[in-house]
């Protein structure tokens, strides 16, 4: 039914709009901190972890002085991570995942056994592929991935036990299964939705979890040592981030329930999906070619600050008024990670002849800072986050797009699970924050009188 060219739909969405507006006014009348953030844009503190530090800025006398980025894993820098294997000549994922999960280095015999565990669990439960990935493909790999950690459930035969033996078992299982639901995921959706051959190739036990996933995702199984070096180094590097992220935030909120491992990484695959969080890699490279299409000049300073700054004002690309991998919650001159990135994306970029492309990324990177200040009146500084390089990296690897955030799932869910045991050994106590409630009381009115 229509009114006033109306559909019903449409109205329910007009009320929807309108009965759910708060004015602003109201969250610093009652100091509410929005986003749980400071004034100061710091984050609001609401609990302690062992596990990743992310340093952005120096609070000196209240004050909020921007640094340069530093991220450690159970407090080791991770440029002395990334420095020590790539020394040795070996992966390196494999090492943080136990690093991660176990709050210490492990020796050589712990981390042969260690990474013998993960090979032994590089298989899905038998009738899953055929049932849970095959019968029902999904468009979106990051959906996909979400149900098949909640398909898991019913094919774990303890999934409710909470007892820590448990969980690590179950956390070992998740890492070395998520490059596989996400190799065939993405099989399925390329043979049902683009009507290409179906590859389903088993995962080879001596391969790392980089080479695995390059083995899989490849029709003819062939990659190069330099490939999965660089996909190696790009999972250490969006292995963990402190507890206040919003995906390892999800786990801490979801998991301090009492439920299942699956209901909690299943929920976290969610908030990393999202376009201002893990998703921001796929919309970078989607922001990239819009500017590429409307830039006619990209080496081109004036024209692409024109563009960006019609971006900035919600007039172009996806009008969200965004430049997607810049700026971040804790860091603020630079993101460690985008720096190794930047180091790697520039090398491929010279090899694969792909360097006014790379010199785009470069422009944007210098530019859109001032356009940014001007535009919010800020002296804020928005620096390349993790995003913002590691897109440009994943396609000089030939990697397809669809593929990039959830290369981040599969290399953070050992985060999130060394912060699930955190959350069950240390926890304890339901998150429950407040919300005040401002509309005030109103009578029930018989349907007749409305
Ligand atoms: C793995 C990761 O999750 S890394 C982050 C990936 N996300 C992106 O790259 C998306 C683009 N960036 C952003 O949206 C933000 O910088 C975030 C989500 C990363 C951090 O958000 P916040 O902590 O809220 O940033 P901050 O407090 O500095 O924001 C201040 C203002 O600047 C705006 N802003 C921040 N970054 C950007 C950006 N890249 N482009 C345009 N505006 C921005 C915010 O929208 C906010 O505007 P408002 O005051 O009108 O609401
Ligand atoms: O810390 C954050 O807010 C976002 C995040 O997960 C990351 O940068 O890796």
Redesign the pocket.
């Given at each position: 039914m229509q009114i006033d060219g109306l559909t019903y739909l449409d109205r329910l969405a007009l009320l929807a709009e309108k009965n759910n507006y708060i004015e602003p006014d109201l969250y610093e009348k009652y100091n509410v901190k929005r986003?749980l953030?400071n004034s100061d844009?710091t984050g609001v503190l609401v609990g302690l972890t062992e596990i990743g530090e992310v340093h952005g800025y120096i609070l000196d006398e209240g004050e909020r002085i921007p640094d340069q980025g530093r991220l450690l894993y159970r407090g080791i820098d991770i440029w002395d991570i990334v420095k020590g294997f790539q020394k040795e000549g070996r992966y390196g994922f494999e090492e943080v995942c136990y690093l991660l999960l176990f709050g210490e280095l492990p020796d050589r015999q712990w981390l042969e056994e260690f990474t013998n565990l993960l090979a032994e669990n590089r298989c899905l439960p038998d009738g899953f592929v055929e049932d849970m990935i095959l019968k029902a493909p999904s468009n979106d790999i990051m959906n996909k991935l979400a149900r098949s950690v909640l398909a898991s459930y019913s094919y774990d035969k303890n999934p409710d036990d909470l007892s820590i033996k448990n969980v690590v078992r179950q956390s070992i299982e998740l890492i070395a299964r998520f490059p596989i639901m996400v190799a065939y995921g993405y099989q399925a959706k390329v043979h049902f939705y683009e009507n290409q051959s179906l590859y389903i190739h088993l995962p080879r036990k001596e391969l790392s979890t980089a080479e695995n996933f390059l083995y899989m995702i490849r029709p003819d199984n062939h990659y190069t040592r330099l490939e999965a070096e660089l996909l190696d180094l790009a999972l250490v590097l969006?292995a963990e981030?402190g507890g206040g992220?919003?995906s390892t935030f999800t786990v801490h909120v979801v998991s301090s329930t009492g439920t299942d491992i699956y209901s909690v990484i299943a929920a976290a695959v969610g908030s990393l999906k999202g376009?201002?969080?893990?998703g921001?890699n796929i919309?970078?490279m989607e922001m990239i070619d819009d500017i590429k299409t409307n830039v006619r000049d990209w080496a081109d300073e004036e024209e692409i600050k024109y563009y960006l700054t019609k971006i900035?004002n919600k007039e172009a690309f996806d009008k969200k008024?965004?430049?997607?991998?810049?700026?971040?919650?804790v860091y603020t001159l630079s993101?460690p990670r985008a720096v190794l990135l930047k180091n790697k994306a520039a090398e491929l970029a010279r090899e694969k002849n792909m360097e006014e492309e790379f010199g785009l990324y470069l422009t944007i990177e210098k530019v859109?800072p001032e356009l940014?200040a001007a535009?919010?009146g800020?002296e804020?500084i928005?620096a390349p986050?993790?995003?913002?390089y590691s897109g440009f990296v994943y396609k000089m690897l030939n990697i397809p797009v669809e593929l990039y955030t959830p290369i981040?799932a599969i290399a953070r869910i050992s985060g999130w699970c060394a912060h699930l045991l955190e959350e069950l050994v240390s926890g304890g106590r339901i998150i429950r924050p407040a919300y005040k409630n401002v509309i005030g009381k109103r009578k029930y009115i018989p349907l007749e009188q409305r």
């Open positions: 986003g953030r844009g969006h981030h992220n919003n376009p201002k969080h893990g921001a919309k970078v900035l008024g965004l430049i997607y991998g810049l700026g971040h919650a993101d859109a940014f535009k919010k800020t804020k928005i986050n993790v995003d913002f981040f």
